[in-house]
Structure formats: structure tokens, C-alpha cells
């Protein structure tokens, strides 16, 4: 089984910065998306970043600008870097995969466990 563990949230003040981080482990062949996806209270969840194999970005309009998703392909690891943060920027952060665990094996998707971020003075 793959797994997914994600840290680096926490609280922040608004325009504030925080890093987070999302490692996979497991039986992994080769991991095609990762990406971060996040849930506010009452909302639904929504797409943040994604990053390709190739390094192709993806990013809502409500974070263009202020967040960077980066990848580490040698470490299977995604990374969100969160810059003048506000407080709407509030939510559970989870970190998404899209991954085949062999090369004769169909894709699939992974979720982490999901960080808590919370922009408030």
C-alpha cells in the first residue's frame, strides 16, 4: 500500500508564510500527479495545485500568484509553498497522488491524512 503523510501546516498570522510538505511511501512505479487539494468548514473540497511528472503546474485563481507547488521526484515528495496567506486560506490541506504501483498495473489515486491551516491574528 502507498501511503501519503503531509506536514508543515499549523497557524500563521494573515500574510503570513508556511511550507507544506507531502512525502509517499510504499510500492510506487511511478507517480504522474501529485497535488494539494483543500476543505474548508461547510465547504466542499477543492483543488489548490497540481504538478505533473514534467513539471506542468496547475493552480486555482484564488491562490495564482501567492502559492507554489513544487515537486521531488527522486523522493516521491510534493511541496506547497503558501506566501501572503489570508485568512480564507483557512482549511484542511490534503495532499492527492496519482500513481501506479507497477508497470503492468492501472493508475489509481492516493490521499494523505490532511494538515490543519489556519491564517488568523
Known amino acids: 500500500q502507498v501511503q501519503l503523510v503531509e506536514s508543515g501546516g499549523g497557524l500563521v498570522q494573515p500574510g503570513g508564510s508556511l511550507r507544506l510538505s507531502c512525502a509517499a511511501s510504499g510500492r510506487i512505479f511511478s507517480i504522474y500527479i501529485m497535488g494539494w487539494y483543500r476543505q474548508a468548514p461547510g465547504n466542499q473540497r477543492e483543488l489548490v495545485a497540481t504538478?505533473?511528472?514534467?513539471?506542468?503546474?496547475n493552480y486555482a485563481d484564488s491562490v495564482k500568484g501567492r502559492f507554489t507547488i513544487s515537486r521531488d521526484n527522486a523522493k516521491n515528495a510534493v511541496y506547497l509553498q503558501m506566501n501572503s496567506l489570508k485568512p480564507e486560506d483557512t482549511a484542511v490541506y490534503y495532499c492527492?497522488?496519482?500513481?501506479?504501483?507497477?508497470?503492468?498495473?492501472?493508475?489509481?489515486?492516493?490521499w494523505g491524512q490532511g494538515t490543519q491551516v489556519t491564517v488568523s491574528s
Open positions: 492527492n497522488s496519482v500513481l501506479r504501483s507497477s508497470d503492468s498495473g492501472p493508475p489509481y489515486t492516493r
Open positions: 504538478i505533473n511528472i514534467g513539471g506542468v503546474t
